[in-house]
């Protein structure tokens, strides 16, 4: 018998290379023909025409010398402000037009990364972890958009401005041109001793607030747990070690910057040097005019801004060019990884369905013990039930699994009649709906934000579901209501107003089944009441199972189960458990004390 390897799946969304990232921007470029030569053509004039003044400048010199008339010298003059207002009017609609082919090009990419994502199959996300997933339609659209409004644009003129530049002071004389780009080399010398040094620190940096935030939410997201075990010092010396790490990993890359200042700084002077002495001798061998040795160092100083520009906009350049392999490598996510079925079928009926689990047994790739282990629960039609237990239990891995999302090794979960596992994807999403605490709110109109789990919701029904989840209150004054802008950009929400819009969006997705694993958890004690009121307006009606961080949010349900070490170990309702003294009674009595 033939063993067949079966590939690995890579654990991580993909990433694309360099060149089909710059594939991707001139395909896209090529669609807008016009918007792209303008774009070019304006940045260039703006450019050659701040150098006219400069150059100008060198022949008022020469006139003055040669004793020629005034009337040259007024026209000169004219000529060299007449260059100037040309110029800034060339650099501005360079600017302009840099950021609107941006803009174009991001709005394209965003949305097609956001379809791709959509598209995935929830064991997929999963798989790779819905932070890659939420980095990339997220924090990475983000740094693009920042980088396409200042790093971007600033490179470009900056780097066609150091072209045309060096262009003019071989225009006045090749020796002074010589001159001036013997300090092009110093300046690749100190980005070349730069970058490769920086960019390890950038990237800990980077790393080490990830761990700190990480140390953070996790001690606030478990507080019970953090109590009931008496965890406090532990949390709080992690949390302090990981500040500590981030302060010291801020001053070395400061320390590093000041450094690369000089450095660029040294290559300034060696140009500057070169050019005067060379110009000196030009000079006084009668080879080149003073109006041309007189011009050569204000074009010398013209490469200056652009230069600087470039050195310290050149790691914000990099961050966008990373997360724009990012984002394109998410376009080329294997075909056979994307979603059965079309995610915009008919929502399924709504009338309740039973969810049963029947001696489910699940285990993660390359582990040895079994998360879940031999659980047994049913939810009637339209009841409710809430999973409780200490971080590890297997709570969120049991949600997940009836969320249609993971295989499990043994038993079954079934909605209604039905096995999820011998449903495609679309069908499981359109029986059962999961919320996490992990929500988010993408930039855009409320009304698009919202439209994702209804597609073809009109505007009332938008509202009919902000209303149920008590956001009416806040949309409303909103300028342009469902049409305002929300996210990176636009009106920033808190963590109350966000998982609103969530809940918002599982009332229009209309499914049967609903799975909240902790999905108020990050609202502060305020909200937690609102949301909570919210929670239970949403799924009224339907099947609900409850991943419990607050307590209180565990009593509201019909029955409640606690999970320890991925099995069952008690069942009942609150008032039972808390009677039977057993796990259930001292995570209440815990709670209490906290609260």
């Known amino acids: 018998?033939?063993?067949?390897?079966?590939?690995?799946?890579?654990?991580?969304?993909?990433?694309?290379?360099?060149?089909?990232?710059?594939?991707?921007?001139?395909?896209?470029?090529?669609?807008?023909p016009?918007?792209?030569?303008?774009?070019?053509?304006?940045?260039?004039?703006?450019?050659?025409?701040?150098?006219?003044?400069?150059?100008?400048?060198?022949?008022?010199?020469?006139?003055?010398?040669?004793?020629e008339s005034r009337s040259v010298l007024v026209t000169v003059g004219v000529?060299?402000?007449?260059?100037?207002?040309?110029?800034?009017?060339?650099?501005?609609?360079?600017t302009y037009l840099i950021g609107r082919l941006g803009a174009e090009l991001l709005a394209q990419l965003r949305e097609s990364a956001v379809r791709a994502v959509l598209g995935m199959p929830s064991a997929r996300v999963e798989q790779v972890g819905r932070g890659d997933v939420l980095s990339r339609v997220g924090d990475d659209v983000a740094v693009l958009s920042k980088g396409i409004r200042q790093a971007i644009?600033?490179?470009?003129?900056?780097?066609?401005?150091?072209?045309?530049?060096?262009?003019?002071?071989?225009?006045?004389?090749?020796?002074?041109?010589?001159?001036?780009?013997?300090?092009?080399?110093?300046?690749?010398?100190?980005?070349?001793?730069?970058?490769?040094?920086?960019?390890?620190?950038?990237?800990?940096?980077?790393?080490?607030?990830?761990?700190?935030?990480?140390?953070l939410i996790s001690g606030l997201n478990g507080i019970d747990t953090v109590r009931a075990y008496r965890l406090e010092g532990d949390v709080r010396e992690k949390v302090t070690a990981e500040s500590w790490r981030v302060r010291n990993l801020g001053v070395e890359v400061f320390r590093f910057f000041g450094r690369f200042v000089g450095r660029e700084n040294r290559a300034e002077f060696i140009g500057l040097v070169l050019i005067l002495v060379v110009g000196y001798a030009l000079l006084e061998a009668d080879a080149a005019?003073?109006?041309?040795?007189?011009a050569a160092p204000l074009m010398f100083h013209r490469l200056f801004t652009p230069l600087g520009a470039i050195m310290f906009t050149f790691d914000e350049a990099q961050k966008?060019?990373?997360?724009?392999?990012?984002?394109?490598?998410?376009?080329?996510?294997?075909?056979?990884?994307?979603?059965?079925?079309?995610?915009?079928?008919?929502?399924?009926?709504?009338?309740?369905?039973?969810?049963?689990?029947?001696?489910?047994?699940?285990?993660?790739?390359?582990t040895e013990e079994p998360v879940l282990r031999d659980v047994n629960l049913s939810i009637p039609a339209g009841g409710s039930l809430a999973l409780v237990g200490a971080t590890g239990a297997g709570k969120s891995t049991l949600a997940a699994l009836i969320a249609g999302i993971g295989t499990p090794q043994a038993g079954a979960v079934r909605i209604g009649a039905r096995d999820?596992?011998?449903?495609?994807?679309?069908?499981?999403?359109?029986?059962?709906?999961?919320?996490?605490?992990?929500?988010?709110?993408?930039?855009?109109?409320?009304?698009?934000?919202?439209?994702?789990?209804?597609?073809?919701?009109?505007?009332?029904?938008?509202?009919?579901?902000?209303?149920?989840?008590?956001?009416?209150?806040?949309?409303?004054?909103?300028?342009?209501?469902?049409?305002?802008?929300?996210?990176?950009?636009?009106?920033?929400?808190?963590?109350?107003?966000?998982a609103q819009v969530a809940l918002a969006r599982l009332v229009l997705s209309r499914s049967p089944v609903v799975v909240l694993d902790e999905s108020t958890a990050e609202a502060g004690s305020e909200g937690a009441a609102e949301l909570e009121?919210?929670?239970?307006?949403?799924?009224?009606?339907?099947?609900?199972?409850?991943?419990?961080?607050?307590?209180?949010?565990?009593?509201?349900a019909d029955r409640i189960a606690v999970l320890d070490a991925g099995r069952v170990v008690e069942e009942g309702t609150h008032e039972e458990l808390v009677a039977l003294g057993g796990m259930y009674a001292r995570l209440w009595r815990a709670w209490r004390e906290g609260s």
Not at 42 to 47: I, L, N, P, Q, R
Not at 79 to 94: E, P, Q, R, V
Not at 427 to 454: K, P
Request: aromatic share 4%.
């Open 320 to 366: 966008s060019g990373a997360s724009l392999t990012r984002l394109v490598g998410v376009l080329g996510e294997p075909a056979e990884d994307r979603l059965v079925g079309d995610v915009s079928v008919a929502r399924a009926e709504a009338v309740p369905h039973a969810v049963t689990v029947e001696g489910l047994t699940f285990s993660y790739p390359d």
């Open 153 to 215: 644009p600033t490179v470009f003129s900056a780097g066609v401005l150091v072209a045309i530049a060096t262009l003019g002071m071989f225009g006045l004389d090749w020796r002074l041109g010589l001159a001036g780009a013997c300090a092009l080399p110093a300046y690749a010398l100190a980005l070349r001793w730069y970058l490769p040094r920086s960019a390890p620190l950038y990237r800990d940096q980077r790393v080490a607030q990830a761990d700190r935030a990480q140390a």
């Open 1 to 32: 018998m033939t063993v067949t390897d079966t590939p690995a799946v890579p654990t991580k969304l993909r990433t694309a290379t360099g060149r089909e990232a710059t594939g991707w921007v001139a395909a896209h470029c090529r669609r807008a």
């Open 533 to 556: 009121r919210a929670v239970l307006a949403a799924c009224a009606g339907r099947t609900t199972l409850y991943v419990a961080h607050r307590l209180t949010q565990a009593m509201a």
């Open 34 to 67: 016009w918007l792209t030569l303008s774009t070019v053509l304006s940045t260039v004039a703006g450019a050659a025409l701040q150098v006219v003044p400069v150059l100008l400048l060198g022949r008022v010199v020469d006139g003055v010398v040669g004793g």
């Open 79 to 94: 000529l060299m402000g007449a260059a100037a207002l040309f110029g800034a009017a060339a650099t501005a609609a360079s």
């Open 289 to 294: 005019t003073l109006g041309e040795v007189s």
């Open 420 to 498: 999820l596992a011998a449903l495609d994807e679309a069908e499981a999403r359109s029986l059962v709906s999961i919320l996490t605490q992990e929500t988010h709110v993408f930039s855009g109109s409320l009304a698009d934000d919202l439209r994702l789990a209804a597609p073809e919701a009109d505007d009332e029904q938008l509202m009919d579901a902000l209303r149920t989840v008590g956001a009416d209150g806040w949309v409303e004054p909103l300028p342009g209501g469902l049409n305002a802008m929300v996210g990176e950009g636009g009106e920033r929400l808190d963590v109350t107003k966000v």
